[in-house]
């Protein structure tokens, strides 16, 4: 079966654009999440989705946001975006987050 | 809030040796643990998960971790490793069933020939 799918794979934009990166889970699972990687934090917990509905949600600014689609598709955005915002994003789906993460191979997002 | 420690975030051993990684976790309820592996380039598999049950748990390719609650730790062993083992291993951990899955700084597993 189909994995996580992240599009698009790499992305660079300027300091004060917005950016939305976009995530398909496997079929059937109704739970995702998202991280951002990088070399100093390592995996930091964005937020998780679950039925259309933000279940979970990390210590993030406001201008990270997210959303799901009823067919548990998700995208995230980001506002306003800043030098530090350059990382690894990571989507992960689960049926639920109990059973064990699947991830995609994530947005390397460079901000210049 | 909760948190996960991964003290060792360099571990390199000789081909065929056995290997501990370390993971220990603060929290004062049951929890969910789980261990991640991220190979180079690529991106995070699951490894082994611990929910309930028999504290020791194994992987299909060797690993196995056991849960000891009154250590709050879950690490991670192996007899003997393969180079293909070279990889970064991440430690997690999830309150509830519902909780959000908090990862622990990982640690860089090298296997020399």
């Known amino acids: 079966k189909a994995g996580v799918t992240q599009t698009p794979r790499y992305l660079i934009k300027t300091r004060g654009q917005q950016v939305t990166l976009s995530c398909s889970p496997i079929?059937?699972?109704?739970?995702v999440s998202w991280y951002q990687q990088t070399p100093g934090q390592g995996l930091q917990f964005l937020f998780e989705?679950?039925?259309?509905?933000?279940?979970n949600k990390g210590n993030f600014p406001g201008r990270f946001s997210g959303r799901q689609f009823s067919n548990s598709r998700s995208e995230m955005n980001v506002s306003t975006l800043e030098l530090g915002d350059s990382a690894l994003y990571l989507c992960?789906?689960?049926?639920?987050?109990?059973?064990?993460?699947?991830f995609g191979s994530g947005t390397r997002l460079t901000v210049v | 809030a909760q948190s996960v420690t991964q003290l060792d975030s360099q571990v390199p051993v000789f081909e065929e040796a056995p290997v501990e990684l370390r993971c220990n976790y603060s929290?004062?309820?049951?929890?969910?643990l789980f261990w991640y592996v991220q190979y180079p380039n690529q991106g995070l598999q699951l490894l082994l998960k611990?929910?309930?049950?028999?504290?020791l748990v194994e992987s299909i390719n060797g690993f196995e971790a056991e849960f000891n609650k009154s250590q709050t730790s879950f690490h991670l062993r192996k007899p003997s490793v393969h180079i293909s083992d070279t990889a970064e291993y991440f430690c997690?951990?999830?309150?509830?069933?519902?909780?959000?899955?908090?990862f622990g700084p990982g640690t860089s597993l090298s296997v020399i020939p």
């Open positions: 929290s004062s309820v049951s929890v969910y």
């Open positions: 079929s059937g699972h109704r739970s």
């Open positions: 989705y679950f039925s259309e509905t933000q279940r």
């Open positions: 997690a951990v999830m309150k509830t069933s519902y909780d959000k899955v908090i």
């Open positions: 611990y929910l309930s049950g028999s504290t």
């Open positions: 992960a789906s689960s049926v639920d987050s109990n059973y064990g993460y699947t």
